[in-house]
């Protein structure tokens, strides 16, 4: 299954493809969608929903996940992405692909381990998860894969089920467990 995952943004959009078979996990692509400052808000909606279905239709993702807003204390900068998100929602829904959304927490959570994980380590994760140790991710590149990373977890297992323990989590998930 190929996993499409966006993290949205007027200013940069990141997204990641990677693919979930067997268990495993491989990189496929990531990248940004640069948005100028200069546009108006429309214009870089547009800009969002074309470069996303170009991307859809180059990669032919099985699947869509994309982080939901965030609520700051900037009024404009969430409805703003609000919107990035309504275009990269619908670009996903018009090319007929499965969507899921996945809170910014839980998305740290399913990666790192911890909800409150910082930008570093969430950055860290997806290159130890993905093999790509030697490889620079911008902020909103490793974003977007650890959003598809966060949905091919919950694909694996959605029925979280909370341990007790790490000897626990080992018998139910070892595969998960690296060396």
């Given at each position: 299954?190929?996993?499409?995952?966006?993290?949205?943004?007027?200013?940069?959009?990141?997204?990641?493809?990677?693919?979930?078979?067997?268990?495993?996990?491989?990189?496929?692509?990531?990248?940004?969608?640069?948005?100028?400052?200069?546009?108006?808000?429309?214009?870089?909606?547009?800009?969002?929903?074309?470069?996303?279905?170009?991307?859809?239709?180059?990669?032919?993702?099985?699947?869509?996940?994309?982080?939901?807003?965030?609520?700051?204390?900037?009024?404009?900068?969430?409805?703003?992405?609000?919107?990035?998100?309504?275009?990269?929602?619908?670009?996903?829904?018009?090319?007929?692909?499965?969507?899921?959304?996945?809170?910014?927490?839980?998305?740290?959570?399913?990666?790192?381990?911890?909800?409150?994980?910082?930008?570093?380590?969430?950055?860290?994760?997806?290159?130890?998860?993905?093999?790509?140790?030697r490889v620079k991710f911008k902020p909103d590149e490793s974003d977007a894969l650890a959003i598809a990373l966060c949905h091919a977890f919950r694909m694996k297992?959605?029925?979280?089920?909370?341990?007790?323990?790490?000897?626990?989590?080992?018998?139910?998930?070892?595969?998960?467990?690296?060396?």
């Amino acid at each position: 299954m190929i996993i499409l995952g966006v993290d949205p943004g007027t200013n940069v959009t990141g997204f990641g493809i990677i693919k979930f078979s067997n268990n495993r996990l491989e990189h496929i692509a990531h990248g940004v969608i640069k948005l100028s400052s200069f546009n108006s808000i429309p214009s870089r909606l547009e800009t969002i929903y074309d470069e996303l279905s170009r991307i859809i239709k180059i990669y032919k993702p099985d699947e869509f996940a994309i982080e939901t807003a965030f609520y700051g204390k900037n009024i404009q900068s969430t409805m703003k992405i609000g919107y990035a998100r309504g275009v990269s929602l619908l670009a996903s829904i018009h090319n007929k692909i499965v969507t899921s959304e996945y809170s910014p927490g839980e998305v740290k959570k399913a990666v790192v381990g911890k909800g409150s994980a910082s930008k570093e380590q969430v950055g860290y994760m997806v290159k130890t998860l993905l093999n790509m140790k030697r490889v620079k991710f911008k902020p909103d590149e490793s974003d977007a894969l650890a959003i598809a990373l966060c949905h091919a977890f919950r694909m694996k297992a959605p029925t979280y089920k909370k341990s007790k323990g790490w000897k626990e989590f080992i018998e139910a998930y070892p595969e998960r467990v690296i060396g």
